[in-house]
């Protein structure tokens, strides 16, 4: 962490600021020019409030030279973290894809879409049960009951399942869910994020609307300082100006987190663009940038879908789209993080 | 609503979509144009689920034509909101400041902070006690204990304390907190919402940092359609590419607000910028264009502050920025929104 | 295009919208609902001003059914546009490889710039003759005389050669130039791409760091209204709240472009991530999702580069990154948009 | 400049750094530390070109102590500059408001408005005779024929008058303007910014729609840097995610310019809402935060505007909205800058 003083700071304002320095269990180094000093910070700064060092009066700018994440940090854990849930493998370059609808909506819907998902190739399912709503007047989804029809899909097809989930009140829901997703809304639910550190189950965790890189990593962290290292990380889109798709899918993020993290990396293309045309090339830009699995809507009707059928692809089309996204993965169409 | 149809739509899928029409409880207008077609709904349209009408495939587009909001809207409650706790008033055309530190740090902080405030001009304490940080490895703030501090504060002082909630299981430690906070970051925890909207405390709702306009306003439609009508909205900077301030402060979210809405609106210029040059002028601003409430950090060391110090101001700089201000206000320098 | 009228517009304004309407050579079709009017305008509205029509007092909103660039619409010229030059073409299904250093500095780096480069597999060698600048203190580039270096390497090396036009006063400059490139900052400077749409030149456009999808259409509706329908587009990276990057590529902007527009669509990973580590991974995702080209920038020396150093690659990754984007590309991982 | 090392660079690496470092006229100060090696640069370094010294492979960042614009720099001229221009003046403390259409259109149009505006109490006329329009099928404004009509005007009403150029090429018809306006789309054609510079015209200068406070100054720094040091900031909104304001109007950008630079400061509310009704809330926000000026759209007819007559304001509702204002800022509402 690199300190650079104020040129009017008070010899008491720098008593001050190496008073709260040495709170830290790090090494201090001070250099003085002729305009200006600058403090370095040097040993494992992760722990180093940076607002509090800026607060300071005898302070101009603070910056960190090393990331403020540590457990889910390249640097210290160069292998790929490696997740594995039935059939569905995450971090090993393989393409996992995740299938299913928005939302559960009746056990004949839920289990169809599982068995045509599954013959196309998808390794687990997806399925809203809990859904986060823009509007309170919009179908909230069957809450516990969508669960149920979740298990009852995993048991009729042996998929694995993932779904969402919006209140550490419900953990306890999620017991024989295999991957719990933590929605783009709540990354920055720090409270939820906590208790999901104390399960053991693997996390899927969204980056939200308008948070960063290192603000993602951030999060990932929250659950992994609770001890479960199990963390997935989904870029689903952000928000930006350009309104030609509902949000801008940030491709660079795959690479980004690939060299600053050694987390899995999944891109959900249909939340990303909102338009069923494009899942197929923002599919296939995903592997090709190398992510480890794709999060794809599919609807046994889109039109009749109770949230998000507009985005959602149908089964004949998600057949074909599967086959040339798999296809172009298994004949080496992937890039690959050699860390 | 305006539904404009695929020039190239089937019989069968237009008559799937007047199917789904047919459920809502709305007129339903036909116009046959020469090379297109356009459906309007009549009538109170706010439970019509418009991602679902744009996912039929004989649909172009969809337009609301009406606010999907219907508690929160002007349109149906003409007059002000006005929420009043203790001496602290919002909608009635007065101007409240709150004032207080980021962070509950100890009594005594939080007590002299409170009365120099209160000395100054501020009609309300804030203080965090829960507190959302990016790092997990950054203070968390006091939590329960954090609360009692607060309620201490309010004996000393006789101010109504507001602070803010992270979870729903920690309601029932808020009882005596006269306003609750919702955060930025969980402006979009819809169960969060949905269960403050079964209270019967004031709620001050954030603005998230990538939420729109009406997002804001569906957030506390959220809370009244479970019964609370009592939302005061707070606007505190939104996300954009500027890196010179730490959020954008989005000073049209004043007017926007009032035409659209009837509830109170706060700003809050210390977490909007992060600067505490930038509170007056902010403040200033603010009045200027009609804002309810300003929210104010205020720490007796900021340079010693647990959390945010950045960007608060000390007390005898918060003495004179706030009597300018208040001065400015009782001089008749306030916007008045005449619906 | 669709007109809703405010429920309380007067017969006056009614009146006057109407004779507006008539100016323009459309069908007018009036709908009168319980609550609302709507006026739909159909035929060919290209040339309908949405924002007189929005001023009009009568008029609640205004909508475009239709989009509002004609030449460059793929409705209206449903064949890919392919743009040959020397043995570089667009458009056409093959992937155009165009490289070089953001300056061109000297005859030397130029001309063992284009070998390198050629070598590896690039159809066309940029380089930077006239370059805008943040700050005026850096180099501006050599201008004329770097657009004759630049011939010079064309001459050496039988590349064809493409450089940027920062003012129509230097078109003159640019006869021998084979693809006139218009800068991001100058993507709307709608003077300039008037005289460009004088010339007989392809001209390659960037998409503005701020500008949308539907802009860049109709930036490039401009030149092509002048009569150069030679337009490539390209997309280099939007401006979001996202700082680990320099830009945000918006990979889903070739399908956007390709199903609008008939127009080639190039990529520009260099400038997109302005980090050398990601210019592998983003091309092999624009590969992926179908682009026509990609742009990338390599500098004999990156360390002691004029502008732009840190983003260029050296040529001997160059070499291996280039080999692998060929390979992949001819391997058939290309999207391929059939409209 | 503070540049911190790579922890593995090579001595080549770091001698190549020496080298480049030393054809820069700063002094430079080596400190060691266990694990990284930090380098500062003293003295003048706007000079320096941080993107050559990121370049260098033993660097892993470089960060800027000083800001990168001398003549715009408030550290450097630390007294406001005043422009005057017939009555009117900025930056001495006063509110000059700037009125007048989008387009000038008829000489019968312009005259009025001129004699209305001034009235009201407006000291300067705008009305754009060259148009920068997204659509190259809309109205592109009377060119030439417009300069004529606003000189009609100015000699009629005495009122100074202000119009955006498009092109340096025209410059010459620009003699008789008072104040030449660069339009937020050509704030970095950087080749039109170094022409202005080398004349003796006051430039008022609008931010792009995209560009950071900083950026803005280095626009006002080409200027300066030709030998024009009159210059005047506009602000008129920035590009978000917010889609019910046509732009965001960045509110902070006045005590930023302020406190970074000495030059005034000017808001248009008309542009960065784009709507009618927040022309006054947020004019009084302006004056609030202490903006030496307002420009605001004034047309005799906003439903018959050829250009942007949304948001334009009638005359009687001009003469309203401006008095309150002048008002306002006559009895002090205005905050001061004493730095």
Redesign the interface.
């Given at each position: 962490m690199?300190i650079?003083l104020k040129p009017n700071a008070t010899t008491n304002?720098v008593e001050?600021?190496n008073e709260?320095l040495k709170t830290y269990n790090v090494?201090i180094?001070r250099?003085d020019?002729?305009?200006?000093t600058?403090i370095?910070l040097?040993?494992d700064t992760?722990?180093v409030?940076i607002?509090?060092i800026?607060?300071?009066?005898a302070v101009?700018?603070v910056?960190r030279?090393q990331e403020?994440?540590k457990l889910a940090n390249r640097k210290f854990h160069p292998d790929n973290t490696v997740i594995k849930v039935g059939d569905a493998t995450f971090g090993d370059g393989s393409l996992t894809i995740i299938a299913g609808p928005c939302s559960v909506e009746t056990e004949a819907q839920i289990v169809e879409v599982a068995e045509r998902v599954k013959a196309a190739g998808a390794k687990m399912l997806r399925g809203g049960a809990?859904k986060?709503?823009?509007?309170?007047?919009?179908?909230?989804g069957l809450r516990a009951d969508g669960l149920k029809l979740l298990l009852k899909a995993k048991e009729e097809t042996g998929l694995p399942i993932i779904t969402e989930i919006?209140?550490?009140?419900h953990i306890d829901l999620f017991e024989d869910v295999d991957i719990i997703q933590v929605g783009a809304?709540?990354m920055?639910?720090?409270?939820?994020l906590?208790e999901l550190g104390k399960t053991n189950k693997p996390i899927l965790l969204k980056r939200?609307?308008?948070n960063?890189?290192?603000?993602t990593l951030?999060s990932a962290?929250?659950i992994m300082?609770e001890g479960n290292l199990n963390v997935i990380l989904c870029e689903r889109g952000?928000?930006?100006?350009?309104?030609?798709?509902r949000n801008?899918?940030?491709?660079?993020a795959?690479?980004?987190f690939k060299?600053l993290s050694h987390l899995p990396v999944v891109i959900d293309p249909s939340h990303?663009?909102g338009i069923p045309?494009?899942v197929?090339?923002?599919s296939?830009?995903?592997?090709?940038?190398?992510a480890d699995g794709l999060m794809i809507e599919v609807h046994n009707c889109?039109?009749?879908?109770?949230?998000?059928?507009?985005q959602?692809l149908d089964p004949d089309t998600f057949d074909g789209i599967a086959s040339r996204i798999i296809k172009?993965h298994d004949?080496?169409?992937?890039?690959r993080y050699n860390v």
């Open positions: 690199i650079v304002q001050q600021l709260t090494e180094k250099w020019g002729v305009h200006s600058v370095g040097l040993g992760h722990t409030d607002e509090q800026g607060a300071n009066l101009e700018s910056k030279v403020p994440y809990f986060p709503r823009t509007s309170p007047y919009s179908f909230q919006m209140s550490s009140s809304r709540n920055q639910n720090f409270e939820l906590k939200g609307l308008a960063t890189i290192d603000e951030m962290e929250y300082a952000i928000r930006t100006f350009e309104t030609s798709t801008t899918l940030d491709i660079s795959i690479p980004m060299m990303a663009a045309q494009l197929e090339p923002l296939m830009a995903s592997i090709g940038a190398g889109p039109s009749k879908a109770l949230s998000d059928g507009a959602s172009a004949q080496g169409f992937s890039y």
